[in-house]
């Protein structure tokens, strides 16, 4: 039948320089993955995210997230500027804005989201040939470990990110790949293999 060919997700399909999503569980470590990437590979293009939340100590507007406020983020979702956006563990607003990313792509660049579940989802339904990359952790006790660990959160809000965790990690199905973070130069790589499209 002259069915058209379905867009392909198979390992074998060669794949050009494209946009990357990667998501996974709160704590499991996306945000050092990042870090390594922008450090070690700096033609790979880090999308930096709007959001709602208030800065960490040490996080730099512009650099690692656009401090937004609730006005300035839906001004922004009125204009259509976001590829997506959404409300992350029940609290502040995250989005990508939409500009950059396609200026990157256009110039044939390699763009990485590093966004939560809701927003990978939106992803697949308008851009369908990005690559979707679960980042998972060695085991759950561990994630939770690593979450206590940090100590950035009091503990409500650990409570309420380990709420959300436990919906990401039942969605590790949805995902093209899965990359376990046991060793955070191994994992790193290993997205960098898959981002330049050296999995097939
Ligand atoms: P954090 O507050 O710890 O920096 O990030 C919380 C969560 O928001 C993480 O799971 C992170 O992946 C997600 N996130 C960061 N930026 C975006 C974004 O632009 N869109 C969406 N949907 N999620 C994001």
Same mark, same amino acid.
């Given at each position: 039948?002259? /069915?058209?060919?379905?867009?392909? #997700? ?13 998501? =996974?569980?709160?704590?499991? =470590?996306? =945000?050092?993955?990042?870090?390594? @990437? ?22 730099? &507007? ?7 406020? *609730? ?7 009125? $204009? ?8 992350? %563990?029940?609290?502040? %607003?995250?989005?990508?804005? #939409?500009? *950059? ?10 763009? +990485?989201?590093? @966004?939560?579940?809701?927003?990978? $989802?939106?992803?697949? @339904? ?8 679960? +980042?998972? *952790?060695?085991?759950? /006790? ?13 503990? /409500?809000? #650990?409570?309420?990110? +380990? ?10 199905? /949805? ?6 973070? &046991? ?11 898959? @981002?330049? =499209?050296?999995?097939?």
């Amino acid at each position: 039948m002259a /069915e058209p060919a379905p867009a392909s #997700r198979t390992d074998d399909t060669p794949a050009p320089a494209r946009l990357t999503v990667l998501a =996974g569980p709160t704590a499991v =470590g996306k =945000g050092t993955v990042s870090a390594d @990437i922008r450090a070690r590979y700096p033609d790979i293009w880090l999308s930096v995210s709007a959001t709602t939340r208030p800065p960490r100590p040490g996080e730099i &507007d512009g650099v690692h997230y656009l401090f937004l406020s *609730p006005e300035e983020f839906a001004d922004m979702v009125a $204009r259509g500027e976001f590829l997506e956006h959404a409300v992350v %563990h029940g609290r502040h %607003h995250y989005g990508t804005p #939409r500009g *950059p990313v396609e200026e990157r792509l256009a110039e044939g660049r390699p763009v +990485l989201l590093e @966004i939560d579940l809701q927003g990978a $989802r939106q992803v697949r @339904i308008t851009m369908p040939e990005a690559r979707f990359v679960f +980042l998972a *952790p060695p085991t759950w /006790e561990e994630l939770v470990r690593r979450l206590v660990g940090r100590g950035t959160e009091t503990p /409500e809000e #650990r409570e309420r990110r +380990l709420a959300t965790a436990r919906i990401e990690m039942a969605a590790v199905s /949805e995902f093209d790949h899965t990359i376990v973070n &046991d060793d955070v130069t191994r994992a790193t790589d290993e997205l960098v293999a898959l @981002i330049r =499209g050296e999995d097939g």
